[in-house]
């Protein structure tokens, strides 16, 4: 099984992976079980969520797509309205006062000092928007008018696409800009489809 954040608590670029993770599994035909938890961020050997229970192993995070993730944290955390009005909210539901402000208020801070370190907390949201339409054409060129990026079968890189721009696609925020970049890509939404089709929807229904 693999444990993620409790859903009224997950966050945009956590429910990526988590769904990334759970394409993947899926995909390789095995059984998937997920587990919410409110501490699942402490219980990750990481600090990584979603992380995967196998046995008595545990292993965090899928190698991640370096451009989305890093705008979708600075969209959530560095947007002064998407911090006020969703990120903070979410992140601190499952805690009491004052614990839910301080812990909200921490993550907000580490998140911007890393933004700070990789020369990303001067960027606008408009040079924000600009890397993800890049990062979406080239995806798209590479994707091309196949099923699959690599082949007829997916691989672990259509997962962590699927899981990346899905979550964009469906996820409330201030503002659709992210998703309506997206958008302007037809065989991406055609791509996200097909996974959620093939791998996610109750064939018996």
Same mark, same amino acid.
């Given at each position: ?15 990526? =992976?988590? &769904? ?18 409110? $501490? ?6 990481? %600090? ?7 046995? #008595?192993?545990?292993? @965090? ?24 009005? +969703?990120?903070?909210?979410?992140? @601190? =539901?499952?805690?009491?006062?004052? &614990? $839910? ?14 933004? #700070?370190?990789?020369?990303? %907390? ?17 995806? @798209? ?5 196949? =099923?699959?990026?690599? $082949? ?22 201030? =503002?659709?800009? &992210?998703?309506?970049? +997206?958008? @302007?890509?037809? $065989? ?18």
């Amino acid at each position: 099984y693999f444990v993620v954040f409790a859903e009224d608590q997950i966050l945009l670029s956590d429910c990526a =992976s988590s &769904l990334a993770v759970q394409a993947y599994l899926r995909m390789c035909g095995l059984p998937v079980q997920v587990v919410y938890r409110a $501490n699942a961020e402490y219980m990750s050997p990481s %600090g990584k969520i979603p992380f995967i229970h196998v046995g #008595n192993q545990v292993v @965090s995070e899928l190698g991640p797509i370096v451009q989305f993730t890093k705008a979708k944290l600075y969209i959530q955390w560095c947007d002064d309205s998407t911090a006020t009005e +969703i990120s903070r909210p979410r992140y @601190s =539901s499952p805690y009491s006062w004052p &614990l $839910n402000k301080i812990l909200a208020y921490q993550k907000q801070w580490e998140v911007r000092r890393k933004m #700070n370190a990789i020369g990303w %907390g001067g960027k606008t949201l408009e040079q924000v928007y600009e890397d993800v339409s890049q990062c979406c054409q080239a995806l @798209s060129q590479r994707l091309g008018t196949q =099923s699959y990026f690599f $082949n007829k079968q997916p691989t672990e890189l259509d997962a962590l696409v699927f899981g990346h721009l899905f979550t964009i696609l469906t996820t409330r925020l201030t =503002s659709t800009e &992210l998703a309506e970049r +997206i958008k @302007s890509y037809s $065989n991406l939404l055609s791509f996200c489809r097909r996974i959620e089709q093939t791998y996610f929807e109750d064939k018996s229904s």
